[in-house]
T-cell receptor
Framework: SYELTQPLSVSVALGQTARFICGGNNIGTKNVHWYRQKPGQAPLLIIYRDSHRPSRIPERISGSNSGNTATLTISGVQAGDEADYYC????????FGGGTKLTVL | QVQLQESGPGLVNPSETLSLRCNVSGDSMSTDYWSWIRQPAGMELQWIGRVSVNEGPSYNPSLRSRVTLSLDTSANNFSLRLRSVTAADSAVYYCARGGGSGGIDSWGQGTLITVSS
């Protein structure tokens, strides 16, 4: 079955840029979606189909996808960005990565 | 704007069947996929399956033998039945819109299910 690999954690200083990696075999051929989940809340879709933002999501959040790696980038990190971030694809079912926890220093 | 709300028992005895319903407002449910996702405490998201008007249900292979999903567009809801539950099925269960190529764009608040006697 298809697997998505995400680092367990990322730490970034306030105002800097956070990058989240999602690895998968030829993931560049798939549509990748990204979710943010804060403690006690449901996940929120922040990027769909590799690089598209839902209307509520600010421009400082972006995504890309090529080869074996998809990347979520958050520029100008704020304290409110602390959360778990999950990537997701469809491969004979919905597949989630294990999630990456963002800590803002 | 679509809203989803899960309802369920909270506590289920081991070996019994878990039944959950998701009430949907703001969407006719005649298009789109409708999914169930769960998350054990402190762990990652796990997709359970999806239903839609236009296709038969799709299930996570690891749960297929125990799960049945159904859709009732006249009542604007969809349901999950998970048979022979164990403690490993304890989790927050979310209902959501999506599960195809476009991502999962709307989620319920989640309902905590504990399997224990």
């Amino acid at each position: 079955s298809y697997e998505l690999t995400q680092p367990l954690s990322v730490s970034v200083a306030l105002g800097q840029t956070a990058r989240f990696i999602c690895g998968g075999n030829n993931i560049g051929t798939k549509n990748v979606h990204w979710y943010r989940q804060k403690p006690g809340q449901a996940p929120l879709l922040i990027i769909y189909r590799d690089s598209h933002r839902p209307s509520r999501i600010p421009e400082r959040i972006s995504g890309s996808n090529s080869g074996n790696t998809a990347t979520l980038t958050i520029s100008g990190v704020q304290a409110g960005d602390e959360a778990d971030y999950y990537c997701q694809v469809w491969d004979r079912g919905v597949i989630f990565g294990g999630g990456t926890k963002l800590t803002v220093l | 704007q679509v809203q989803l709300q899960e309802s369920g028992p909270g506590l289920v005895n081991p070996s019994e069947t878990l039944s959950l319903r998701c009430n949907v407002s703001g969407d006719s449910m005649s298009t789109d996929y409708w999914s169930w996702i769960r998350q054990p405490a402190g762990m990652e998201l796990q997709w359970i399956g999806r239903v839609s008007v236009n296709e038969g249900p799709s299930y996570n292979p690891s749960l297929r033998s125990r799960v049945t999903l159904s859709l009732d567009t006249s009542a604007n809801n969809f349901s999950l039945r998970l048979r022979s539950v164990t403690a490993a099925d304890s989790a927050v269960y979310y209902c959501a819109r999506g599960g195809g190529s476009g991502g999962i764009d709307s989620w319920g608040q989640g309902t905590l299910i504990t399997v224990s006697s």
